[in-house]
């Protein structure tokens, strides 16, 4: 038996499932310890220092990275949570029989290097496009939310329709509105991807095109503990290459690519003369002579340059000038800041109690792609909440108190007295009056009619008057940068229009 | 709050012992002709003063023929609170919670099969259902609180007296129930200047926004002609005097210690204006209601016992 192996795998799936739980089932982990898990993640850990939050789990990368040079790069089996769904992949196709045999690649340095170097431009110049389609937690995030949430809503709304009537409330916690087909397609499209490439050559992402793999693969072709084949036992049957899902065994040569290995143990389970160890033994290290890298350099930044066009290109081009800008969630301080530090995990956006948070399609660009929004059709900002803020691994949304957010203005409020059923009908409606947590939407008594009017300096840009109107006679123009909203005066209670005749606390009634 | 809540108890102990002596003599005579007549005895309204909301809601209903007069062994009921804001209970602008406790508690004890307790809200049900505390109250006695923000809980129902809500959607559990009690708390209101016994039952339809579309008040007061509530219960303990119905100022509340309970929905939102401080004609949709003889504005007309404690 192989202990390793085992413990890969007990750990992997410990792991998903945690993931499982956030993005799918728990609808409100406010300060849960389970948030952590996000927040260590490589590339969030990365932006939380770039955010100059203070977070401690800035220091996460760093730590990941240490450890891979003890012992390599377990992160991709044991954290990554892309990584572990690709190994639950592979399981699945090996037992439908439709994955190939492996055998050994040639590395891609050039192609591995472009992207990596694509990934530190995209992060260095602000410009995160790259990083939100390449950062295996974000498309793991996104996967998770677009495909696993619907069917298990469904599946909740049916086991609620019974547990209702009994008073079992718990599992109506789950039912959600329908997702934004967009949303489920890219989720789609991804998942197929994924299916595909590790069909055909096992965990193909991880070693030549996921960043966050070639940067730790910089790191543990040095590690202290390596997989290594003693070559004086091997009989070079070559089983350890074709089980290899990395594609990293030489097993003519008797050597093995650390920079690509993710420790996934499976050769130390096949191999039958136990030839292959894991520990301190050093095979030779090959390093590349000095022209090859050269040339390997010059060809990554070639191919990262050519990356970076067309993101730079579709952010100036002006796309994000249609229409307004979104609103953006509480916490995301500026547009410039949100787009600097969003992969678009989704985190928030299964999380939000309300179902306003909402991923966009191009309404932050095409560069900004998935991002989340507040979609006022689908619901309000809660004034008393903020739990995007709380669990937003990237600080993207930066945390905030209750307190701030009760005069954060994320836009203000307009109304269009000419839609407006209180000025056109000259009836009462009142119900962006009566949803107003700041009073920015107020009545004023005119002709015995409750008409709405507007102090948009008192206006948070919840959007709860945009929900609840019932002719789309109020909307919210969202800020480019959020500002501080003002705290409205409220005028004193009214004088009774009859004097009353029994105050409180006498004996004497008012009727 | 424990400590809040036995001292008023012990107020309430001391109160009731002098009131208790002071009054014997008339309790003999008053009291008897309420505990054994039947319909013409009993008043039409009860309403109680100066006392905690569970404390008076028993004063009331004893004065009232009990709850037994409304809930038959083995009824269906409805219970209908307001909880339809993320509001604290302290701030009530959601009913009292120690009040919907009781009053659950007190049809579970009249005999009733099962008591429902649901509010279609206006913010986010989950947080409003847990956070004005009334869920659990409710749960806590033994009533089975239900979710009414979905459509599909909901069926089309016809309304042939009404000139403006002719066919709308209500909670399919309010067409099992037998009996309906409407449970509000007396608050201003921005769009129709008061929330109480009729402006609360917007809480059992499905779509509001036709309310608001299509003349709110009218609408307010139709539903009534669709169907009356057994029995209104109005909690006016904590009464938001302006600034209502949600994000009141706590100088905006006046502590009013008010219960009344009737079954004419109209008289009862007559005296609850008057509380408020407003003029009963003012409030639209009770002057709707009396002039669609829903019930009466004119409280001189009716037999209204009050109850100081």
């Known amino acids: 038996m192989n202990v390793l192996r085992w413990i890969r795998r007990i750990a992997g799936l410990a792991v998903l499932a945690a993931f499982f739980y956030m993005f799918v089932l728990d609808e409100r982990l406010a300060g849960a310890w389970y948030q ?8 969030p850990s990365l932006l939380t220092l770039i955010a100059v939050s203070g977070s401690v789990f800035a220091v996460s990368f760093i730590v990941i990275g240490l450890a891979t040079l003890v012992i390599g790069r377990a992160y991709c089996s044991f954290l990554c949570p892309l990584g572990i769904m690709q190994d639950v992949l592979l399981r699945l196709e090996g037992w439908f029989r439709i994955r190939r045999r492996y055998s050994y690649r040639q590395a891609r340095p050039v192609l591995r290097y472009a992207v990596l170097v694509l990934a530190g431009l995209s992060i260095s110049s602000g410009l995160l496009t790259a990083v939100r389609w390449l950062d295996p937690y974000s498309l793991f995030g996104r996967m998770a939310y677009s495909l696993l949430s619907p ?9 609620a329709s019974m547990a209702e009537p009994r008073g079992i409330l718990i599992f109506s916690d789950l039912a959600k509105g329908q997702m934004p087909l967009f949303v489920l397609i890219v989720g789609l499209l991804v998942l197929l991807s994924f299916v595909v490439s590790t069909m055909l050559a096992g965990r193909f992402y991880c070693t030549t095109v996921c960043p966050v793999g070639t940067l730790l693969g910089l790191v543990s072709r040095h590690s202290l503990l390596k997989i290594h084949i003693d070559a004086d036992t091997c009989v070079n049957c070559g089983q350890c290459e074709h089980i290899c899902r990395s594609g990293c065994i030489d097993a003519q040569r008797g050597s093995v690519d650390h920079s690509r290995c993710v ?42 340059g050519l990356g970076v066009a067309p993101g730079v290109a579709l952010r100036y081009a002006g796309v994000r000038e249609h229409g307004h800008s979104p609103v953006m969630p509480p916490g995301a301080v500026s547009i410039t800041q949100f787009k600097t530090l969003c992969t678009a995990c989704h985190l928030c956006v299964s999380k939000c109690p309300t179902d306003v948070l909402q991923p966009s399609l191009i309404a932050y660009g095409v560069d900004g792609m998935l991002m989340p929004h507040l979609d006022f059709s689908r619901g309000y900002c809660e004034f008393d909440c903020n739990l995007c803020s709380q669990v937003c691994p990237n600080d993207a949304i930066a945390p905030i108190t209750i307190e701030q957010k009760h005069t954060l203005q994320l836009g203000t409020v307009e109304l269009d007295e000419n839609l407006c059923v209180s000025y056109t009908q000259n009836e009462d409606c009142g119900a962006c009056i009566e949803h107003c947590p700041t009073h920015a939407i107020y009545g004023e008594l005119k002709d015995g009619v409750h008409l709405p009017k507007v102090k948009p300096q008192g206006c948070v840009g919840c959007g709860a008057c945009v929900h609840t109107c019932p002719e789309q006679a109020v909307r919210v123009i969202a800020h480019a940068v959020h500002t501080q909203a003002e705290r409205l005066e409220q005028p004193e209670p009214p004088q009774p229009e009859e004097p009353p005749k029994g105050e409180p606390a006498t004996d004497e009634f008012l009727f | 709050m424990s ?9 309430f102990l001391k109160k009731s012992v002098f009131t ?6 008339t309790l003999s005579e008053f009291g008897t002709q309420n505990l054994f007549a039947e319909g013409d005895g009993l008043p039409d309204m009860v309403a109680v003063k100066n006392g905690e909301p569970d404390i008076m809601f028993d004063r009331a209903m004893d004065a009232y023929g009990g709850m037994t007069r409304f809930v038959k062994n083995g009824a269906t009921v409805v219970v209908k609170p307001n909880m339809s804001w993320n509001r604290p209970p302290e701030m009530a602008a959601t009913t009292n919670p120690g009040l919907v406790k009781k009053v659950v508690q007190s049809c579970l004890e009249a005999g009733a099969k099962q008591v429902y307790v649901f509010d279609h809200t206006c913010a986010d049900w989950k947080m409003s259902y847990e956070n004005s505390g009334v869920q659990e109250s409710a749960q806590r006695a033994g009533a089975v609180v239900l979710p009414a923000n979905d459509s599909k809980d909901y069926v089309a129902v016809e309304n042939p007296g009404a000139e403006t809500l002719k066919r709308f959607k209500v909670h ?25 016994a009729m402006k609360n ?6 779509d509001r926004r036709f309310y608001h579309k299509n003349g709110l008040n009218q609408c307010i007061a139709e539903f009534c002609l669709y169907k009356k509530p057994t029995l209104n219960i109005v909690d006016a303990y904590l009464v938001t005097m302006s600034n209502g119905p949600q994000r009141a100022r706590p100088q905006d509340l006046k502590l009013m210690k008010y219960l009344m309970v009737s079954t004419d929905i109209v008289a009862i939102d007559t005296a609850s204006a008057k509380i408020l401080g407003k003029k009963p004609e003012n409030i639209k949709h009770v002057q709707i209601g009396h002039d669609l003889k829903i019930g009466t504005m004119n409280l001189d007309a009716l037999k209204i016992q009050r109850i100081a404690l």
């Not at chain 1, 952590?36 to 590339?43: D, E, M, R």
Request: charged share 15%; with cysteine.
């Open chain 2, 20 to 25: 208790g002596v002071a009054s014997y003599g």
């Open chain 1, 151 to 159: 069917p298990v809503h469904c599946l909740s709304h049916w086991i």
């Open chain 1, 36 to 43: 952590v898990l996000p927040a260590i993640q490589f590339v």
């Open chain 2, 201 to 206: 039952l917007m809480g059992l339809v499905d």
């Open chain 2, 172 to 196: 399919e559990q309010l067409m099992n129930a037998d009996v309906l009690i409407n449970v509000p708390v007396l608050k201003h209101h921005g769009s129709t200047g008061m929330t109480a």
């Open chain 2, 3 to 11: 400590e809040k809540i036995s001292i008023n108890r012990r107020d």
């Open chain 1, 263 to 304: 420790l996934c143990f499976d050769c130390l389970s096949v191999c039958p003369k136990d030839a292959i160890g894991y520990g301190l033994k050093c095979a030779g290290l090959r390093v590349t002579p000095v022209g090859q890298r050269r040339k390997l350099l010059g060809g990554s930044l070639a191919l990262a």
